[in-house]
């Protein structure tokens, strides 16, 4: 290793969304910046019920959960590119794997390929790619309900007196 050289590639260390979900380098200048970006995550985060109810409906817990995993890791691969030189001079940001597309796509019945983010049309083939994996479910915001879903109608009829 030289030293004096810059660091072109370092771990996501920062944030609260996407750490963990990067089993990748990524560039320096987007680790640094690691924290604001990981609060867009947030953002997806919070917006998934009504996209989720939007296109697909309401389902199993199972199967919202499935799709949340995979489209947050979608996400993620997004925000996120992987460095592609660990110790070179110039670090290369590659986008994200479109495997990672295909795969939001299957978990996701209902979801379309505009329904994505514009980093699955700047795709690459793996492994020049990042593809990060989303574990942490328990950050998926419940399902939005309808009146009707939280009120169901009594399966016997009111006392008339």
């Not at 691969?77 to 295909?102: D, H, I, Q, V, Y």
Request: glycine share 6%; charged share 10%; proline share 11%.
């Amino acid at each position: 290793m030289i030293t004096g050289q810059p660091l072109p590639c370092m771990p996501l260390a920062t944030g609260s969304v996407c750490v963990g979900s990067t089993p990748y380098t990524i560039t320096a200048s987007d680790a640094l910046m690691g924290d604001v970006t990981d609060k867009l995550a947030a953002s997806y985060i919070a917006s998934f019920p009504s996209l989720y109810a939007s296109k697909v409906g309401k389902t199993t817990d199972e199967l919202y959960k499935t799709c949340f995993a995979s489209y947050m890791s979608m996400q993620c691969s997004s925000l996120f590119p992987k460095c592609s030189t660990p110790n070179g001079f110039e670090a290369l940001r590659l986008p994200m794997c479109f495997t990672t597309c295909l795969s939001t796509l299957v978990a996701c019945p209902g979801f379309w390929i505009d329904d994505l983010p514009s980093g699955c049309r700047n795709s690459a083939a793996p492994p020049a790619c990042a593809t990060a994996y989303f574990t942490k479910v328990f950050m998926a915001p419940p399902q939005i309900a309808s009146y009707e879903d939280s009120h169901p109608t009594p399966i016997s009829c009111p006392n008339s007196g």
